[in-house]
């Protein structure tokens, strides 16, 4: 079989070892892939989330941390994919055997699929309101073209594979990334939030460790089950605590930034932590000037956490003994996730 794995080409692999002669790439990569995957706006709610348990700004901090340090788990166990050469769930055999090992690979796939449709309709929903803002009203045909130009997108580059997702990521950190926080930070400004609360501490029990639980789940917890698919292709010596590290810091870092500035904005925003469509009333404090720019950047910021989702998703399916090349089973899950 032929191995390839170029970006803007078809990667060939599927669930097999990646040979050790077509192992390439450095592990600081991992960093722009886990950097990327955090940046959604979506973030913000999360910390509004810990203004909703009452929390201070020290205990919000301290579970912000936490929720990125989860990544540590994901960056250990990516660590087997240099040594292996094989995606997340394949590694799962060891533990539970090939026909054990079905059942949590089907959690997985169903988890992923999931993930990939909010993060889906999510954009969808912002696209829809961008043109609201600007006194645009879709019909529900422009909805669809919307609907289906996300979908469609991020298809393709979990078709092209590994190589292309790598690139995607990369940009995605630099770009989207920058013009993310400097948003945020015009909005912490823009917002002249007041009313923090610096010293009256939530009850731990009832409120730290709940909000921590959740932030960890929607953060590390969450994508486990995928940490050797980005590792499989770095060569057999990459430094283990590279990827850790790596993983760890590229993660951590927008979460802290956007999860504290949601906390610090739920003091002016009443409600961001209950809304059906928060991006919609984050917008509420953007002038109109840079409202396209808002939109196009939570869309944007969303995009890179579906790449990984239908990636990793088409991978989980071929763990679960479906015999087609790899591109065709993210088809597969592109149909389920769109009729959902």
């Not at 590694?91 to 993060?119: D, H, K, M, Q």
């Not at 009850?203 to 499989?232: E, H, K, L, Q």
């Amino acid at each position: 079989m032929e191995f390839r794995d170029e970006v803007w080409r078809i990667e060939t692999a599927g669930i097999e070892a990646v040979p050790v002669d077509h192992r390439h790439g450095q592990a600081q990569e991992v960093f722009w892939i886990w950097f990327a995957a955090n940046i959604g706006i979506l973030a913000l709610v999360l910390g509004a989330l810990m203004d909703s348990y009452k929390l201070d700004f020290w205990q919000g901090l301290l579970v912000t941390i936490v929720g990125g340090a989860s990544f540590l788990f994901v960056g250990w166990l990516g660590m087997t994919g240099p040594r292996t050469g094989v995606p997340m769930l394949i590694l799962s055999r060891a533990s539970f055997g090939v026909r054990g090992a079905f059942l949590p690979t089907l959690i997985s796939w169903i988890n992923l699929i999931g993930w990939e449709t909010v993060v889906w309709i999510t954009a969808t929903y912002a696209g829809v309101d961008m043109f609201a803002s600007l006194r645009m009203h879709p019909g529900p045909v422009l909805d669809m073209v919307i609907f289906v130009a996300v979908g469609v997108i991020t298809y393709l580059f979990g078709v092209f594979g590994h190589a292309t997702v790598v690139r995607v990521q990369y940009v995605a950190s630099l770009v989207f990334g920058a013009l993310t926080i400097l948003l945020t930070a015009y909005l912490l400004v823009s917002q002249h939030v007041t009313g923090v609360n610096f010293s009256r501490p939530a009850d731990f029990a009832g409120a730290v460790v709940p909000a921590a639980a959740y932030i960890v789940m929607f953060a590390g917890v969450s994508w486990i089950n995928c940490s050797a698919d980005y590792t499989r292709y770095l060569p057999p010596d990459t430094s283990g605590k590279k990827i850790v590290w790596y993983t760890t810091i590229g993660s951590t870092i927008p979460l802290v930034i956007l999860i504290m500035a949601g906390y610090l904005l739920s003091t002016r925003m009443t409600g961001l932590a209950t809304s059906n469509d928060p991006l919609a009333l984050i917008s509420h404090g953007i002038p109109a000037f840079l409202l396209v720019p808002y939109w196009l950047v939570g869309i944007a910021g969303l995009v890179p956490e579906s790449v990984l989702a239908i990636y990793s998703s088409g991978l989980t399916l071929l763990a679960m003994h479906v015999r087609l090349p790899r591109y065709k089973p993210v088809s597969v899950d592109f149909l389920i996730s769109g009729t959902l």
